[in-house]
């Protein structure tokens, strides 16, 4: 009970310091958050044997503790991944500033001029995994947005994001602006992160990064709103119309470039009248690269090697070389088995007819919605966003990849000259 | 628990139907939809005799159960009030819909291009007070921004709502709509609220419009995203530079055009050096209107008739002739005023100094930022959003009056020709 005490005055003390440091990072000049940006990116590549021996630290322990190997990949700093943090930081400093931004300034019949001007959102929380690098990269990306960073990465990084984090704030300090600006919360305590996303009065965004179980966990208890990204149940339907060699390509990329990310294909959905042509030749690809495929009775009849696919399959994010496979009758039934299985992530036609990939465009509702390219492309970069914070998979505020822009609000400004309302 | 549990059973069936509806609304043409707007109006003209009757029922069991004229006066429908709910809903078809567009649609290095295309949300639940206007108007945004609707309006308007929806389904059967895309909730039990913003599969959105404490426990209980509007203390600062006439006339305004809506004038700060130029004369104007004035000692040493003010009066939306007057010792000193009382509503500076101009729509973070205008320009009309579902005073996804685009979202599109990502 004591201990819990504490840790509620220990997180609303760090979010009345965040919220006082907000409100002067929301007036500062470009110059001074590129400057600070930068600055950052020095500092840690001056510290890099100070991060490397923190990390080192972190690593021995996960080690000890039996951690995954996969963890413990994401877990460890190398030069190679200090120098290209410090260079994340300098691109975010290269990016255009969205903050004060006015757009839409126009004259109404009463003469008043009303537009609108792009704002900070304040104090955002985020809570990630074992990643350090998401430290500078999350703190870089709300600091260009005009916003304090509260930043809560997993436990067993905690020496490393401490080590960053000072950097950060070396960085804060050459360019003048409050070190609260960026904060990481010390304690590995999980009631810390309860308080975090209830502080309503000093957390405007909480932006939860990691495994399933942590997001909805935290999107059931926040009352502060969540930018969040569930599952990344990703389709690839080839229709009747499909140019195939395209439609090899499209879809061996979709599936197989990366297996693990939120953005690669999980099913595999072909119009009947051409599965005849197309199946057994990507199978083949996909059969070689050692992807195990699970399909229905349709596809089983067409290629060997296809296990059975049950229910579960169709809603599974596999995040693996394994892959489900149906037949459909039509681009209706690609759509509708979309709806109903899919988790609105990123959802692609490869077509050459015009009517159907206009009607898969619209009525396809997913963050991102592709024709004759692979599902791959969904990233912040790749849309020319310059970094990401995250994939978005809900509708409100920011959908799909979230860059600077997803951290910022718009407010309305009125320009007069002694207006009154009639 | 029995009772309980039948709600709950209903609210889950009209979930689903509004779920299944929200499907094909989504896809409907301008012109399906435009086509019901004018239906919907027609059929209101056509059943203005039943509404009235409807109405008058519902007003009875109100004086009956002695309900506040104020509330009484918001539920009475007159023959000129349906008229203007036709028109409103004509007005509705007429705005340019909103749904399909597509922006930045540009070329990436990769090859592909990128966008972005607008999209409805899905299923609205909005939930308001014993204003039958607010069924027709709700009804109408929702549906050309292609979302289908759940509305929840106070019981003691149970009959007027039932008799405004029958003539919102008899427009959407006349364009081939399902009747589902707009249900009003037959139960007046608050259970049934309970449960409507809890039903995260089958709502995207919850709207509340009507009294704080409704606003508030709306916003603590749902799980669900919520598009709140809660206390609008608008403030408007007189600088040192202000030109008197223009002063006088927007404060005048702000205060006096009307008491009771949320974008009035609660609060005067006016800088001590134009103080004694300006406080007796607007002070004038607003005793004799019949304000009562509540000021600190520095005000009132200047301008006999005001009462002091208390702390809780900084906080207060009076929504009456009653105003907080503050001098303030420059620009700073109001905008810390704001920041710390105000609600991040409406502010307005009155000044003929540009740099205190750009000073003040930079650093004001409300969801409407004016110069020399009066903050009663804060709606949706006035800016030109052609219709208002209500006024944020959130900062995720809409802020500031809310027209169709709050009801929307936007999903990436990518257009490729094979593309793979290397």
Redesign the interface.
Known sequence: MEKTEKIQADMQALGRAARAAA?IV??ADTAVKNHALIAMARAIRCHEASLLAANAADVAQARNKGLEPAMIDRLTLTPKGIASMAAGLEQIAALSDPI?AVTDL?Y?P?G?Q?GR?R?P??VIAIIYEARPNVTADAAGLCLKAGNAAILRGGSEAIQSNQAIAACVQEGLRSAGLPEHAVQVVETTDRAAVGELITMSEYV??VVPRGGKGLIERIA?EA?V?VIKHLDGVCHVYVDLSA?L??AV??A???KT?RYGTCNTMETLLVHAGIAERFLPRICKILLEKGVELRGDEAARALVAGIKPAVEEDWYAEYLAPVLSVRIVEDIDQAITHI?TYGSQHTD?I?TEDYSRARQF???V??????????T???DGF???LGAEIGIST????A???VGLEGLT?????????????E
Chains 1, 2 share one sequence.
């Not at 809900?394 to 505020?397: A, I, R, S, W």
């Not at 609000?409 to 309302?421: A, E, M, P, T, Y």
């Open positions: 409100r929301a007036k004060g126009d109404r009463s008043i009303v001007m704002v959102l304040g405007d965004m059931n009352r709103p140019d060699e395209k390509r499209v061996d990329n979709a470039q709806a692609a490869v465009l619209r009525e509702d997913s963050s991102s919605v592709m024709i004759n390219a692979s791959r492309f969904a790749e849309y020319g809900d509708k409100l505020h959908r799909g990849p609000s718009q407010k309305f400004i009125v320009l007069g000259d002694g207006h009154i309302r």
